[in-house]
């Protein structure tokens, strides 16, 4: 199963995306029979391999088509294996890997599935026991960011008071295994289940990550106060092209496509 999947990403990733796109059959019957029910159930000698394989496949053939019922299927199907898994923290560090290039690649139609979504990312981001979990979910906070960075206005506050939580978890996590010389256990566990190793500065990599979260959600609150303000004053778009004094601190006109490729107004 695990291998038979592996192949399928291979000939998808190696065929013309516009072949893809014409293959209607391939998208309705190959990925809602093998991708979907590939990820449902599957278990721990299946999964490492499984859900990075099928989160690819979705990515190469049903990516940019916000009509897709497939791709909608397979992120419902992800989270219930989420949600069933949510605290072996092996298994979510593979569930977020593999899902981070999809929900990128989806942009704002991953806002339908936040009621399921935000609670599991939530919950990993705050997982101090866990370092590489942690920076998983603030990556993959961050993808979502920027995909969805239109939609993002009313979340951006609550979402940043969680960001500063777990930066005061990471830095107090970083000062007490300094201390001790040591680092987590359950990240050791973590280590070896999923064949990979947690570097000596992982707490390191987390506090990165959030910073980059943060940068992300600062951009997004400042090009909405922006837009209000420019509302507020009666200001138009042409008015404030011509006018440099009026130039908002974020620029407007920053599209969903830069955005999502990673092109944040002040930020490397």
């Not at 399921?116 to 981001?125: A, D, E, F, H, V």
């Not at 951006?156 to 010389?181: C, D, I, N, P, Y």
Request: charged residues 15%.
């Amino acid at each position: 199963r695990r291998l038979g999947l592996v192949a399928l990403q291979h000939a998808v990733q190696g065929a013309p995306p516009a072949a893809l796109r014409r293959a209607r059959y391939l998208r309705q019957a190959m990925l809602a029979s093998a991708v979907v029910n590939a990820v449902r159930g599957a278990d721990e000698a299946v999964w490492a391999a499984a859900a990075p394989a099928a989160c690819a496949i979705v990515v190469a053939v049903e990516a940019g088509d916000v009509w897709s019922s497939t791709s909608d299927d397979f992120v419902k199907a992800m989270l219930s294996e989420a949600e069933l898994h949510q605290h072996e923290l092996a298994h979510a560090l593979v569930w977020v890997r593999a899902m981070t290039p999809l929900l990128q690649a989806l942009g704002c139609v991953v806002v339908r599935h936040f009621a399921r979504l935000m609670p599991l990312l939530l919950t990993w981001l705050h997982a101090e026991a866990a370092p590489q979990l942690c920076g998983a979910a603030a990556a993959a906070l961050d993808a979502v960011a920027r995909g969805c960075w239109p939609c993002m206005g009313p979340h951006v506050t609550f979402l940043r008071a969680h960001v500063l939580q777990a930066r005061q978890e990471a830095t107090a996590a970083q000062g007490l295994a300094g201390a001790e010389g040591q680092h987590s256990v359950t990240a050791d566990v973590i280590s070896n289940e999923v064949g990979g190793s947690v570097p000596p500065d992982a707490t390191s990599g987390v506090l990165k990550a959030l910073d980059r979260l943060d940068q992300v959600l600062e951009a997004i609150a400042a090009s909405k106060q922006a837009a209000v303000d420019m509302q507020t004053n009666g200001v138009t778009h042409q008015e404030l092209n011509a006018s440099p004094s009026l130039s908002p601190a974020v620029p407007l006109n920053v599209s969903a496509v830069s955005l999502a490729a990673g092109q944040l107004p002040y930020i490397s």
